[in-house]
């Protein structure tokens, strides 16, 4: 299995060039083509959100703001990939892709076309919204979304992988979706966390599943301890050395991942390396 079309998702801000050269960076490595995505909201979409909250002139004055902004963004972000473009290989670098519309659509038209998305690290700054945005990556593309942190820790290659593993579909998805990746590493270790003692026994049938794609692992099973498995997770994979988490994401009730607290949003907030997630 190979990575041949990776999506890096633009936002039109200053994450956008450093986002880039990570994801062009593991694009020339893995022999991929890299193509960058950026979703403009359009006067309609924005109305939505809108409501009846707004008389017809104050919505108007505020769809006319936001159409400002989106365009502002969206030249912000094609000036990101054409720096990258001035230097880059024709071969690992694609088209730079502006939709207009809402982000569930683009992730649906263009991000099922893909092997992999690629989207910052949220910072605590508009965190929600960039955590909804990632999940509707992975919820509407059916594909990896692999979150890279924008602050130096991230590594061009993965040498030392974690597989976060409770027998689930969405556990599934993200292993197989690794696979590019978990070839390449030099260590790869299946991690369940927790007490479900059916998903433990299942940790040796994925060790044997990945080498018969040449995968070489070892399996551990960590006890909570009073801990929440997200935090259990964090620290035996730190200690690990791990440089990229592999897990299903956002198999959670609704509710909770509105409150923040199912365990893939605790994740993806406190782990200071990268993680690579699928629904």
């Known amino acids: 299995m190979k990575l041949r079309r990776v999506i890096s998702v633009l936002s039109g801000s200053?994450?956008?060039?450093?986002?880039?050269?990570?994801?062009?960076?593991?694009?020339a490595d893995y022999g991929a083509r890299l193509d960058s995505l950026f979703v403009r909201r359009n006067a309609a979409s924005g109305g939505d959100l809108l409501g009846d909250a707004f008389s017809t002139y104050g919505m108007e004055a505020v769809l006319?703001?936001?159409?400002?902004?989106?365009?502002?963004?969206?030249?912000?972000?094609?000036?990101?990939y054409e720096a990258l473009a001035d230097d880059a290989e024709r071969d690992h670098l694609g088209r730079f892709i502006e939709f207009i519309g809402l982000p569930r659509s683009a992730m649906s038209q263009e991000g099922r076309l893909c092997?992999?998305?690629?989207?910052?690290?949220?910072?605590?700054?508009?965190?929600?919204?960039?955590?909804?945005?990632?999940?509707?990556?992975?919820?509407?593309?059916?594909?990896?979304?692999?979150?890279l942190p924008l602050d130096g820790q991230a590594s061009e290659r993965f040498n030392d992988?974690?597989?976060?593993?409770?027998?689930s579909l969405e556990a599934m998805h993200?292993?197989?979706?690794?696979?590019?990746?978990?070839?390449?590493?030099?260590?790869?270790?299946?991690?369940?966390?927790g007490t479900d003692s059916e998903a433990a026994n299942q940790l040796a049938d994925l060790s044997d599943y990945l080498e018969l794609h040449g995968i070489k692992s070892a399996t551990r099973s960590v006890e909570l301890?009073?801990?929440?498995?997200?935090?259990?997770?964090?620290?035996?994979?730190d200690q690990n050395g791990a440089d990229l988490l592999v897990m299903g994401g956002f198999g959670a009730s609704g509710w909770q991942r509105s409150l923040g607290r199912d365990e893939t949003t605790c994740l993806i907030k406190d782990l200071p390396f990268a993680i690579l997630l699928a629904h």
């Open 64 to 80: 006319e703001a936001l159409d400002d902004a989106a365009v502002l963004a969206a030249r912000k972000a094609r000036a990101s």
């Open 174 to 193: 993200a292993a197989v979706g690794s696979m590019p990746f978990l070839q390449d590493a030099e260590h790869v270790t299946i991690t369940h966390a």
């Open 225 to 237: 301890s009073g801990r929440s498995i997200a935090r259990a997770l964090i620290e035996s994979s």
């Open 14 to 27: 200053e994450e956008d060039t450093p986002l880039l050269n990570s994801s062009y960076s593991l694009c």
């Open 115 to 147: 092997d992999l998305l690629i989207m910052p690290k949220p910072s605590r700054q508009d965190l929600r919204n960039k955590l909804n945005s990632i999940e509707t990556a992975a919820f509407e593309s059916g594909r990896p979304v692999l979150v």
């Open 161 to 167: 992988i974690v597989i976060a593993w409770d027998g």
